[in-house]
């Protein structure tokens, strides 16, 4: 298999994690016996240091009916207002991947034109029944077109937590290009490689995601298409991501020291070997959570766990952990409450249900909101982190 980014043939299986449902299709009961599986390799570049799965899932497929809502998480609530107050200058911004608004509603607050890019249908009614208009549709070159022909073209173009999940990230690039201003800015957020391998957060790899980008990929791709890196900063969520900002050649560009910094760091630390190593740690710990579950049951200690984002899917179905270790998870989003996780099919319940069951203890799967968890279930449990297996106070 090529890697879709620098075409480079010969791609290294670092990671395989076996058949996995789709992370962020949670099935209601009658559904278990249609659910799919697919295998979950991971390779790697060795030429771009480029991250990508062996298995490309159709992108319709995934999104147009979808069951992630970023609003109900309050410290990406918070992330959202910081990224609204650092465009407040723009003059028109265009945020593909929208989901409920939750970056359009700031920049409406503050006052900046701007619309969103939703491809699931359900989402993107949500967010224009708030008032914040999103069109519902994929992201190509029709659509761009069709923006710019109705809005005009934007000088900042936002693609959060989106860029990863692309099938094509050329046509994607491409499709930017042409609604952006010739000194216009387009800002990524990635969850980054870097981070995923220095913590050991295999559950970060789900169908829904096909490239886990290094500062040195990205640089490869965006070359390619005549366009330069001038600002990365490390940022918060999901695990530790990479918000990048890029801009054609050849205008005024000025590059920040961080992209230099960073790219000369991943020379060390994305190698095969420290792959190599990253598979080891991932079996042991995977092996310790499960272990530990079942150490509880055998004591009479009552396991739920807070949250049902995808990446349980992962740790859950690798792990084969299931209903006998875990009653239930609480989840905020609605749109998940009531069915049940991917594969194990553990029930996801209301912060009411927790209230009235009681368990002893909560494996906080949603582990980097710990501080907000605690705040809303008023620290009465005990709290396990799942990745290495922990319990905190």
Known sequence: MKCQLCRHENLVEVLNLGKQPLANKYPTRDQFAGEEFFDLAVLFCPHCRNVQLGTMISRARMFEDYYYLSSVNEGLVRHFQRLADKLAGAKFVVDIGSNDGILLKPLKQLGVSAIGIEPSINVSKIANDQGLETICSFFDAKCAADVASKFGKADVIVASSVFTHLEDPHQFIEAVKDLLTDQGRFII?????????????????????????????????????????????????????????????????????????????????????????????????????AQMLKDYKASGVRVAGYGAPARLSTICNYGQIGPSLIEFTVDDSPLKQNRFTPGTHIPIATREHLEKSRPDLLVVFAYEYLDDIRKKTAGAFRYLLPIPPREVQ
């Open 189 to 289: 957020e990635v969850e980054y490689i870097g981070n995923i391998l220095r913590h050991t957060q295999f559950e970060r790899f789900y169908l829904d995601r096909i490239f886990y980008y290094s500062l040195t990929s990205l640089k490869h791709l965006f070359e390619a298409h005549d366009m330069v890196i001038t600002d990365v900063d490390q940022i918060e969520p999901h695990g530790g991501s990479l918000q990048v900002t890029i801009e054609r050649k050849g205008g005024h560009n000025q590059t920040a020291q961080s992209v230099a910094a960073l790219l000369e760091e991943e020379k060390q630390a994305l190698t095969a070997q420290r792959f190599a190593d990253f598979k080891k740690d991932v079996d042991a710990q995977i092996a310790a959570l």
